[in-house]
């Protein structure tokens, strides 16, 4: 009987706590799409990778000429200069490979870069309206497969991302 008791104890407390919890909802890309301070970061990070593409063009276009040439030209070489010129194409082709995958990685680390600050921003904003409206728990709507109920506080972390750009813009 006493561990009935105290299992019943224990729902209707769990039950009561439950009933306690305040849960809000963000749409961060909603979010995102509103700061300027993103928009700058994505125009940053196109230009960026430009100038990468540009650059790795410069390096196919380079190879492709190195190639025809040595296409025109293999007749008249001897064995030993056609390992010579194969082996320059071979290294050319590397030195491609290898500064793609390096621009990848600097378009990785140069996104975290920019990111960093803004995403933040994003949580202290939030932090700062979850406190304010003493909410337990808040999700994102884009990352979430189902939720109903909860209150959306989508528009004041807005507002208060707007405070935290000035103040950030202000400070530079």
């Known amino acids: 009987m006493k561990k009935l008791l105290l299992a019943l104890i224990v729902v209707v407390s769990a039950g009561a706590a439950m009933a306690q919890m305040k849960i809000g909802h963000v749409n961060s890309q909603q979010?995102?799409?509103t700061m300027q301070s993103r928009k700058i970061a994505m125009q940053k990070l196109a230009d960026f990778e430009k100038e990468g593409v540009a650059e790795l063009r410069a390096m196919e276009e380079d190879l492709n000429k190195a190639i025809a040439n040595y296409q025109?030209?293999?007749?008249?070489?001897?064995?030993?200069?056609?390992?010579i010129e194969e082996e320059k194409l071979m290294k050319k082709q590397q030195a491609l490979e290898d500064r793609q995958q390096s621009l990848q990685y600097e378009m990785q680390a140069y996104s975290n870069e920019l990111n960093?600050?803004?995403?933040?921003r994003v949580q202290e904003a939030v932090k700062r309206?979850?406190?304010?409206?003493k909410l337990n728990y808040v999700i994102d709507e884009s990352v979430t497969l189902y939720f109903a109920g909860g209150i959306d506080i989508t528009a004041d972390v807005a507002a208060e991302l707007v405070k935290l750009e000035a103040e950030a813009n202000a400070g530079n």
């Open 31 to 33: 979010l995102l799409d």
């Open 116 to 120: 960093q600050p803004i995403l933040s």
């Open 72 to 83: 025109a030209k293999m007749k008249d070489l001897s064995p030993v200069m056609q390992q």
């Open 129 to 133: 309206v979850a406190e304010l409206k």
